[in-house]
């Protein structure tokens, strides 16, 4: 079935550093993908998305460009900030729900820490 | 602003008693969703529901068993609790559409440890 892989964490950085977070995925079809980030103690929010291949999606400072040649939908920001601190996870739309809607398939979640 | 509530933030139960975890959104909804969350696992669909009286299994249904009895409403139920039951737990909603690309969106998550 489909799936999303995700670096493992954590991952530390220092403010203002650069970051990227790798998530490939292995999909029939053509799915959606998306980034979602939870905050210490809270649920997921959605950061950003992409709906088809080249699409770039943003969001806060962050970037993710669907690569359908290398399956890829990497995480970029060009400058974090101590409030990034928040575990980040890769997903995508899971077709089980067909035309009712929209279905996640998630990855193993990647843990972000910024330092001062 | 959707909102996507669960009832019980923390709960600590023992082996054995029947557990009952609560959600609600307040978005008219069709879709609702109950996912577990485990470190390193990400988060794994127990069970969805694209409407009322309807559900559906995810990848990891045993041991557990939902209800939606009402549209705004989804409960997921612990028959037996056990010990590997202890996890997050993440309701989440969405709409019906033929679009994949539509928002998911998730409450705050429950925390359940069973001794």
């Known amino acids: 079935g489909d799936s999303v892989t995700q670096m493992e964490g954590p991952v530390t950085l220092s403010e203002e550093a650069f970051l990227t977070i790798n998530c490939t995925y292995t999909?029939?079809?053509?799915?959606?993908l998306f980034w979602y980030v939870q905050y210490p103690g809270e649920g997921l929010q959605l950061l950003l998305k992409?709906?088809?291949?080249?699409d770039k999606g943003s969001n806060k400072g962050f970037e993710a460009t669907y690569r359908k040649e290398t399956t890829s939908f990497h995480l970029e920001k060009g400058s974090v900030q101590v409030s990034d601190s928040a575990v980040y996870f890769c997903?995508?739309?899971?077709?089980?729900?067909?035309?009712?809607?929209?279905?996640?398939?998630f990855g193993g979640g990647t843990r972000l820490m910024v330092k001062p | 602003d959707v909102k996507v509530t669960q009832s019980s933030r923390y709960l600590v139960k023992r082996t054995g008693e029947k557990v009952f975890l609560e959600c609600v959104q307040d978005?008219?909804?069709?879709?609702m969703f109950w996912y577990r969350q485990d470190p390193g696992l990400g988060l794994r669909l127990i069970y969805f529901?694209?409407?009322?009286?309807?559900?559906e299994k995810g990848d990891i249904p045993e041991g557990y068993s939902v209800s939606r009895e009402k549209k705004e409403r989804f409960s997921l139920i612990l028959e037996s609790a056990s010990t590997n039951q202890t996890s997050m737990y993440l309701c989440?909603?969405?709409?019906?559409?033929?679009?994949?690309?539509?928002?998911?969106?998730f409450g705050e998550g429950s925390w359940l440890t069973v001794v």
């Open positions: 989440a909603s969405s709409l019906m559409s033929g679009v994949t690309g539509n928002t998911i969106y």
């Open positions: 999909a029939t079809g053509y799915p959606s």
């Open positions: 992409a709906t088809k291949a080249d």
């Open positions: 997903a995508l739309s899971d077709p089980r729900l067909g035309n009712a809607g929209n279905m996640l398939t």
């Open positions: 978005m008219d909804h069709e879709n």
């Open positions: 529901s694209y409407d009322v009286k309807m559900k």
